[in-house]
């Protein structure tokens, strides 16, 4: 497994690279906009793609089959990809998190909990995400999967528009305080259990594949 | 796994390093049918059969990539190869393409095959990288087809396999390093415990380094033999047309007719050439005989 990650690392040399770059990118943004909940917000999103490029990389030289043929099993092969999500995105949250603090302080800007809680609560968008996208990409592959990747990141919008506009339009009472910090504390929960879920799916995908 | 086979003055011990049995696969357009064959430990074997004969889908039964409908495969002792790495770890295998990925350099692929193999031996791997002239400057997509070839070989023969399983893996190469590469194969094969399962288009490949040829024709074996037995055995009579009906049936693999006469395919040249003074039986090829059975009337 150690062997598949180190793969996905050289092959991401130059993703990394262009990472970077964007980051700076987004630091200027931020300094712009005296925020630095942005650039938090997109560096821990170019985390997640970098697992969807990893898998693009593997799709393009039809790794897998290869892989197969040597000590690796199937479930190595989605493991190690499980694996990348979580480092990666820890890497990117710690990351983004000591630039942002930084920047807080550059830009005399208050520093509270609100710039770990907005970290973390990104970090649990990102895996929530993931947790949909990895399976599919395991059965169709990125480029079959993408069109799939650009709704699954539309409807949850969608969706909350849509029930906003809708409590409004009903005169619903929004969720209260206490409600929404219920809510806060289940949903890294929730998004565990989507995690062990997806990675079961994903597994059950693989081992059913031919080659 | 062991099977004493009865020769006439002594019995012969012989493992198996690959069977299969009754192997079964069927697709939309094409079926493998009842497969079976046995690769001897200790030797090589020529998997040899047309385009779309079905050696591609053999050697992934064998390696459990596809699912078989039915039968049954054993491979250095074990029917489960992809819950056990240890047996995995003593496989080599090169398919018709290169399956690395293109911005990889032969520093950074053997740096990954150190955590995937326990036995990975990097000096050896660097010795075959210069043997074959590989640049270590270069990442795989500059590399020819030629050479991702040659650094497929070169991973297959750097952690100490036991069995090197081979798809067409000296088709793209120029007859001096296949030479070389068939050499090394010779080699590998000194060892006793070493087996090469090698399915090959160039019959005079197999010709040179084979002990046994295994024949597939649309899905189904049709002979799976000792090489010697098959020279041996296997001649090709010139003879006129009317003189046809005097050779036995049940020995003629093939005939192609001309204006000339016939040329007949037989399964019994030393009896032939014994008993028939009259007839001119010539020595044939793996070609030949593949030519024949699929062409031939």
Same mark, same amino acid.
Request: hydrophobic letters at 45%; proline letters at 3%.
């Given at each position: 497994?150690?062997?598949?990650?180190?793969?996905?690392?050289? /092959?991401? =040399?130059?993703?990394?690279?262009?990472?970077?770059?964007?980051?700076?990118?987004?630091?200027?943004?931020?300094?712009?906009?005296?925020?630095? /909940?942005?650039?938090?917000?997109?560096?821990?999103?170019?985390?997640?793609?970098?697992?969807? /490029?990893?898998?693009?990389?593997?799709?393009?030289?039809?790794?897998?089959?290869?892989?197969?043929?040597?000590?690796?099993?199937?479930?190595?092969?989605?493991?190690?990809?499980?694996?990348?999500?979580?480092?990666?995105?820890?890497?990117?949250?710690?990351?983004?998190?000591?630039?942002?603090?930084?920047?807080?302080?550059?830009?005399?800007?208050?520093?509270?909990? &609100?710039?770990?809680?907005?970290?973390?609560?990104?970090?649990?968008?990102?895996?929530?995400?993931?947790?949909?996208?990895?399976?599919?990409?395991?059965?169709?592959?990125? &480029?079959?999967?993408?069109?799939?990747?650009?709704?699954?990141?539309?409807?949850?919008?969608?969706?909350?528009?849509?029930?906003?506009?809708?409590? &409004?339009?009903?005169?619903?009472?929004?969720?209260?305080?206490?409600?929404?910090?219920?809510?806060?504390?289940?949903?890294?929960?929730?998004?565990?259990?989507?995690?062990?879920?997806?990675?079961?799916?994903?597994?059950?995908?693989?081992?059913? =594949?031919?080659? | 796994?062991?099977?004493?086979?009865?020769?006439?003055?002594?019995?012969?011990?012989?493992?198996?390093?690959?069977?299969?049995?009754?192997?079964?696969? %069927?697709? +939309?357009? $094409?079926?493998?049918?009842?497969?079976?064959?046995?690769?001897?430990?200790?030797?090589?074997?020529?998997?040899?059969?047309?385009?779309?004969?079905?050696?591609?889908?053999?050697?992934?039964?064998?390696?459990?990539?596809?699912?078989?409908?039915?039968?049954?495969?054993?491979?250095?002792?074990?029917?489960?190869?992809?819950?056990?790495?240890?047996?995995?770890?003593?496989?080599?295998?090169?398919?018709?393409?290169?399956?690395?990925? +293109?911005?990889?350099?032969?520093? %950074?692929?053997?740096?990954?095959?150190?955590?995937?193999?326990?036995?990975?031996?990097?000096?050896?791997?660097?010795?075959?990288?210069?043997?074959?002239?590989?640049?270590?400057?270069?990442?795989?997509?500059?590399?020819?087809?030629?050479?991702?070839?040659?650094?497929?070989?070169?991973?297959?023969?750097?952690?100490?396999?036991?069995?090197?399983?081979?798809?067409?893996?000296?088709?793209?190469?120029?007859?001096?390093?296949?030479?070389?590469?068939?050499?090394? $194969?010779?080699?590998? @094969?000194?060892?006793?415990?070493?087996?090469?399962?090698?399915?090959?288009?160039?019959?005079?490949?197999?010709?040179?380094? +084979?002990?046994?040829?295994?024949?597939?024709? %649309?899905?189904?074996?049709?002979?799976?033999?000792?090489?010697?037995?098959?020279?041996? %055995?296997?001649?090709?009579?010139?003879?006129?047309?009317?003189?046809?009906?005097?050779?036995?049936?049940?020995? @003629?693999?093939?005939?192609?007719?001309?204006?000339?006469?016939?040329?007949?395919?037989?399964?019994?040249?030393?009896?032939?050439?014994?008993?028939?003074?009259?007839?001119?039986?010539?020595?044939?090829?793996?070609?030949?005989?593949?030519?024949?059975?699929?062409?031939?009337?």
């Amino acid at each position: 497994m150690i062997g598949l990650l180190i793969k996905d690392l050289f /092959n991401l =040399k130059k993703y990394m690279k262009q990472f970077g770059f964007s980051c700076f990118i987004f630091i200027l943004l931020a300094v712009y906009l005296k925020s630095p /909940n942005y650039f938090m917000g997109m560096g821990i999103l170019l985390a997640a793609m970098m697992v969807i /490029n990893a898998m693009a990389y593997d799709e393009n030289a039809h790794w897998d089959k290869y892989a197969l043929t040597m000590p690796i099993l199937r479930k190595d092969l989605v493991f190690s990809k499980y694996a990348l999500l979580v480092l990666s995105g820890v890497a990117s949250s710690l990351v983004t998190l000591g630039a942002s603090l930084v920047l807080s302080i550059f830009l005399k800007l208050p520093l509270t909990l &609100e710039l770990p809680l907005v970290n973390g609560t990104l970090f649990v968008v990102m895996i929530f995400f993931s947790s949909i996208i990895l399976p599919l990409i395991f059965k169709l592959g990125t &480029e079959k999967a993408r069109l799939i990747i650009a709704a699954v990141s539309a409807i949850p919008s969608v969706l909350f528009l849509t029930i906003y506009k809708f409590t &409004e339009m009903n005169n619903i009472p929004l969720p209260t305080e206490n409600q929404l910090k219920m809510a806060a504390f289940a949903a890294p929960v929730l998004v565990l259990i989507l995690f062990f879920i997806s990675y079961n799916i994903s597994l059950s995908i693989v081992s059913k =594949k031919e080659y | 796994m062991r099977e004493d086979i009865k020769g006439k003055d002594a019995v012969i011990k012989m493992d198996y390093a690959i069977e299969l049995e009754g192997v079964t696969k %069927q697709y +939309a357009n $094409f079926s493998l049918k009842d497969v079976s064959f046995k690769v001897p430990k200790g030797s090589i074997m020529g998997f040899v059969g047309e385009n779309g004969a079905g050696k591609t889908t053999t050697l992934k039964a064998i390696l459990n990539l596809i699912k078989m409908d039915k039968g049954n495969v054993t491979i250095l002792g074990t029917n489960r190869i992809q819950e056990d790495c240890n047996i995995k770890e003593q496989i080599g295998v090169v398919f018709d393409e290169s399956y690395f990925h +293109a911005n990889l350099n032969v520093n %950074q692929i053997s740096k990954i095959m150190k955590h995937v193999y326990k036995n990975w031996q990097p000096e050896e791997f660097g010795k075959y990288i210069k043997k074959f002239r590989l640049p270590e400057d270069k990442v795989v997509k500059e590399y020819s087809s030629g050479m991702k070839m040659k650094l497929s070989i070169a991973v297959a023969l750097s952690h100490k396999a036991r069995l090197l399983i081979l798809d067409e893996a000296t088709s793209g190469l120029d007859p001096v390093i296949r030479d070389e590469i068939l050499d090394i $194969f010779l080699e590998f @094969i000194q060892d006793e415990n070493n087996t090469i399962l090698l399915s090959s288009h160039i019959t005079s490949d197999l010709e040179k380094v +084979a002990d046994y040829i295994t024949f597939i024709h %649309q899905g189904q074996v049709v002979f799976s033999e000792s090489k010697d037995e098959l020279i041996y %055995q296997y001649g090709v009579v010139h003879c006129k047309k009317e003189e046809l009906s005097s050779l036995d049936k049940n020995h @003629i693999v093939g005939v192609r007719t001309n204006q000339f006469g016939c040329e007949v395919m037989v399964n019994n040249k030393k009896e032939l050439l014994r008993e028939r003074k009259d007839l001119t039986v010539d020595n044939t090829t793996i070609e030949e005989i593949i030519l024949f059975k699929v062409r031939g009337e």
